[in-house]
């Protein structure tokens, strides 16, 4: 019932329900051969789950199964350095006892990456769920090159990695301490947020209080100053659990959170001993408001990525979510502000009376110190949560829940996708500077294997924003989902990780916006210029002169004006033999424009709007002329719109053969009568004859000429296929050079020819 409310809300709302296409569509073997998309794969490895990045050193740091890798970020092909760390025989064979697959579940999946010194990094993995952490050296410079793990050293990693591979943990490494979201059981039942490393003791959520997590799903953890005194710092966990405050005989229903706890919480001294004073949680919405005020809420968060801005204690947060409907797939990106966050730990605390009682907002007294807010001087007077007073213990232990959720910027999502054939998994965010602006460019990751370059633009003002997708990437060799990402702005590169392999692509990749000013200036990617002659990376601090960019509006008529090439549009001659059908090419670069076909008889005719119906159908990749008429003969235009733009894509002119004298040509190969054998031969010759990008197209094309034929009642089904023909000098017989006439009339379908001086022999 839910859900179907649901479904109508986002059909009935077109703004939001219509997914987007992208303008761009790129294959993997398209980025691989052109695009500079590199990949690295571990023998007898997979799951790279943890991606380090490490500008410093110019390595990207890699965790797999049974594996560490040491990559090169200029390129991740080359230089790699590895260290295989299994499992222990004697654990694999414990938990293969346990009834776990040796094979799959009983290795050692890395699933912690940190920096930790200025020589070592932190690890951990699954050790065949038997949790373990170890130090890899990596040295103090580049040209060091050590990449090592002590294997005498290593240590229980249990609060730390999680025990079951497919269980995901969160934590950041603060100093030299661990802060980490993970079950610290073999059942995966008893979940922590967890403080561990370092001198002081370690802290922990209280211990099967459901109103604390309950069967939480950590997905990230933040350290975020709050003010310019250190004692105020605190970590910020994302997660998603189950409700305990959701709406009563609805199931289970999963809600996003943002817990916090302070950095210097020592946890209580007569009771919450060793446990967190100060951890609060709130909800994350992430929803869609329908017309009838109605919402759809996205609640599974998936990843969130942190964009630092100039203020350290603001960063910008963006997270992903999907739904949990499984009647529909829908995907969003929702961006939250501290200051939201922060209002929302400030507000009520969420309270409940008794086991037959709603969830309300607190009215009583809130002790002093409020809990939530960290012993410093800033705020207070207490030096250490352990000289808090016993009522606020009491309270927090109570009241860890506040009553308001945390609202996205906007109050909607900046992006979303409904009605596609995947979801969103991964995000990591790029603040480009352009001619007009900042914009945050959003990568994507999808469960197919895809990322998505998303770019947010105002439409009349900065509040009010439109989404571009501009790019649509395969970027692996199959459609494994992306599972990690992390992002270089300084190397301008982004690395993704799957079960099956990592990839390397830069941002950008402008001079596939073609070689015209408008196709750079439509492109409206916030990394791209126009230069005067090329369309090129926009670099914001250099003085060039001609750099012309405007993703904005996207508006060619006054960005290129006077721009020579605008005015040569590429012209086409094409045959067609009357009676039978013509097929008019034309690809536009972007899958956003909107293609337009008019016809003018005569240079003095009047040019009209091209009509579709019976006999002139649209096609993928043109129009496809059915039974051609003389009268039909003229000039075609392709006019591409986008952004209100139109381009003139091409000109075909179309020259109408009639029929006797067609039928008095033939194909110079052809013989009177053609042995079956030769029907083969003949196909594969016009399969090369056609010369076309994507065969598979032009026999749909085929195709469909063919299931029409079969409509129409014959003596004799034909013994040639009616396929296409390339109308080439070479294969015909000059006119004087009469054959018989063919016993059996070929179909043709010519195509645009690429060389109009072929057809120089009419
Ligand atoms: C990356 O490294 C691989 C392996 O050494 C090499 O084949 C490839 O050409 C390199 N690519 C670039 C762009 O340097
Ligand atoms: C980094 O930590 C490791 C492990 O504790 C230690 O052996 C090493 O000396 C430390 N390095 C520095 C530079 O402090
Ligand atoms: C050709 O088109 C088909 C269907 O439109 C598509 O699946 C295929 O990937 C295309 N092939 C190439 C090489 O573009």
């Known amino acids: 019932m839910i859900q179907v409310l649901v479904l109508l809300l986002l059909a009935g709302n077109g703004a939001t329900a219509a997914s987007t296409n992208p303008r761009l569509k790129l294959s993997f073997q398209d980025l691989r051969m052109r695009h500079g998309l590199r990949t690295y794969e571990l023998e007898r490895s997979c799951c790279y789950d943890s991606l380090l990045l490490d500008e410093e050193r110019g390595r990207l740091f890699v965790g797999g199964k049974n594996y560490l890798a040491s990559l090169s970020l200029d390129n991740i092909s080359k230089q790699d350095k590895k260290i295989y760390w299994p499992a222990l025989v004697e654990w694999r064979e414990e938990c293969n006892w346990a009834g776990k697959d040796i094979n799959a579940e009983c290795m050692n999946f890395i699933k912690i ?7 070592h990094l932190y690890a951990c993995g699954t050790g065949a769920f038997h949790p373990i952490c170890g130090f890899i050296e990596v040295g103090q410079r580049v040209e060091d090159s050590v990449f090592k793990l002590d294997l005498r050293n290593v240590e229980d990693g249990k609060g730390k990695s999680p025990y079951d591979p497919r269980h995901m943990a969160a934590s950041v490494l603060v100093g030299e301490e661990l802060y980490s979201g993970v079950a610290t059981d073999l059942m995966g039942r008893d979940f922590t947020i967890f403080r561990s490393l370092g ?10 209080d459901s109103r604390w997590l309950n069967e939480p799903k950590f997905i990230d953890v933040f350290w975020i100053p709050e003010s310019e005194n250190p004692d105020d710092d605190k970590i910020f966990f994302f997660f998603r659990e189950t409700a305990v405050e959701g709406a009563q005989g609805l199931g289970k229903p999963t809600f996003a959170r943002i817990g916090q706890i302070c950095r210097n919480d020592m946890g209580g001294q007569r009771s919450l001993v060793n446990k967190w004073t100060t951890f609060l949680k709130a909800r994350l919405v992430c929803a869609v408001t329908g017309s009838d005020g109605s919402h759809t809420h996205f609640d599974q968060l998936r990843d969130v990525f942190m964009l630092p801005t100039r203020d350290k204690r603001n960063p910008l947060i963006y997270a992903v979510f999907t739904t949990s409907s499984s009647v529909f797939r829908g995907s969003a990106i929702c961006v939250y502000h501290m200051n939201d966050i922060r209002r929302a730990f400030l507000g009520p605390f969420a309270h409940k009376e008794g086991p037959n009682y709603q969830w309300v907002s607190y009215q009583g007294r809130v002790p002093y110190p409020r809990p939530g807010m960290c012993p410093s001087k800033t705020f207070g007077t207490f030096s250490s949560t352990k000289d808090f007073p016993d009522d606020v213990i009491q309270f927090a232990r109570n009241h860890p829940l506040m009553y308001n959720p945390v609202l996205p910027h906007g109050q909607r999502p900046i992006f979303l996708q409904t009605n596609v054939d995947y979801t969103f998994t991964q995000i990591a965010v790029d603040r480009v500077a352009a001619a007009d602006g900042h914009y945050d460019v959003l990568f994507i990751g999808t469960d197919i294997g895809t990322v998505l370059k998303v770019v947010s633009v105002p439409k009349e003002t900065w509040e009010n924003m439109e989404e571009l997708l501009l790019e649509e990437l395969q970027v692996f060799k199959d459609s494994s989902a992306v599972t990690s990402m992390q992002i270089s702005s300084k190397r301008q590169q982004l690395y993704v990780g799957s079960r099956t392999s990592i990839s390397q692509l830069p941002l950008h990749r402008c001079g596939i916006y073609g070689k015209a000013c408008a196709e750079c200036c439509l492109a409206r990617d916030p990394y791209c210029a126009w230069d005067g002659t090329t369309c090129t990376r926009y670099m914001h601090n250099t003085k060039r002169r001609f750099r012309r960019q405007d993703v904005r509006n996207g508006d060619p008529n006054t960005l290129c004006s006077g721009d020579p090439q605008r005015n040569s549009v590429p012209e086409k001659k094409v045959y067609g033999v009357e009676g039978s059908s013509v097929f008019l090419e034309c690809l536009p670069k972007s899958l956003q424009a909107k293609i337009l076909w008019t016809y003018q008889k005569t240079s003095s005719a009047m040019q009209k709007e091209v009509v579709l119906d019976e006999r002139v159908m649209q096609m993928e990749r043109g129009i496809l002329l059915r039974s051609v008429q003389r009268r039909d003969a003229g000039l075609y235009r392709c006019l591409a719109t986008e952004h209100s733009f139109t381009q003139n894509l091409l000109h075909l002119r179309l020259e109408v053969i ?17 042995p079956p054998f030769r029907h083969k031969l003949w196909y594969q010759d016009f399969l090369q004859l056609v010369d076309h990008p994507n065969l598979s197209t032009m026999d749909q094309v085929c195709e469909q000429l063919w299931n029409r034929q079969s409509h129409h009642p014959k003596k004799k089904p034909p013994l040639l296929p009616p396929l296409s023909v390339k109308v080439q000098n070479q294969k015909w017989k000059p006119l004087g050079e ?5 016993s059996r009339r070929m179909h043709e379908v010519s195509r645009a020819e690429r060389e109009p001086r072929s057809a120089g022999v009419w």
Do not use: M, V
Request: no cysteine; proline share 5%.
């Open 199 to 208: 001198p002081r003791p370690s802290i922990r959520t209280e211990q099967h």
């Open 113 to 119: 990456l940190h920096l930790y010194n200025r020589t």
């Open 738 to 742: 009469k054959r018989k006439a063919r």
């Open 658 to 674: 009639d029929a006797q004298q067609a039928d008095s040509l033939s194909l110079s190969r052809e013989e009177e009568s053609i």
